[in-house]
């Protein structure tokens, strides 16, 4: 009964993570019935964005350029190399001012239920890249959950063989947090790494 | 810090209705990361039905002909006129191959909280379409939660003042359901319209 053309839209829409078939209906009706103008704007960036983004060959970021413009500052500190998940998490450490040093972007990490391996996470490109003779510190900065600390783990243990120092963001405390709220697996940590 | 191209994608992803910002940015990622075929794929969708997909002239659902296939049946009861929200709805009512009327859909239900108001969902084509002179009975098939229930009261007093006859598809109990389970509303509903 439906129109072919909206049916492939319906269609088209799953593959948006967390997006079901019903979901993709109700976004496809939304923007042909409500927001021509925003479903036009997204077809352009989509298609934009997948002819001119790609990877920076140093820190395996997406860049329009080979080399991205953190890799290329050269006030950065190239001994230590920082190791996050994603863009975001990077941008999350940038906003601190805490970091000079590099990155370098997994875009992923460990996740064996949804068929993500060691090879998804770029693990010989960031060996590669750690084997640079200038980089002297890696510092681990996954997320602190079940998959961010088994992505910790694995990359740690295979920096370590390569001789490289290997650090891991500081668990504790949040800062602002009250005791009697913390949980007790960052409260223990906390305890351990006293100091 | 991220790609212009980027960014602007993130900003178009969340013309999606129920994506923030966070979601909008896991969608690029995962699309640049992982799906990039089907991040073309989208693109291509979004623009063709944009330029390719209408609305009926007689039912108002979308469609890429001026009058939509179910309005050029005429083997379809052309005195029932069902009113629907959508054209989920409307496949739906299809399904149990118990109607044989026609339909007008609404593209919408009154929701004064999101802006949407009476001129938003089509009232007045709506009551031009039933007023051709074959249609005797309209139907309110509108869905049961509060919204649903606002349209098809102010529906039906619209078409009730020029003098159609309106119905609405019956509460019940649901077949297949046990009493103790189903809602109190329901239940008084039902002993209401008991037949």
Known sequence: MADPALEALIDALRCLPGVGQKSAQRMAFHLLQHDRAGALKLSQALASSIHEIGHCERCNTFSRDPVCSVCLDETRDQTLLCVVESPADQAALERTGSYRGLYFVLLGRLSPL??????????????????????????????????GEATAHVIGEALRQRGLKVTRLARGVPVGSELEYVDLGTIAHAFMDRR
């Open 114 to 147: 949804d068929g993500v391996g060691v090879r998804d996470i770029g693990l010989s490109a960031l060996l590669q890249r750690a084997a640079d003779g200038l980089v002297s510190e890696v510092i681990l900065a996954t997320n602190f959950n079940v998959e």
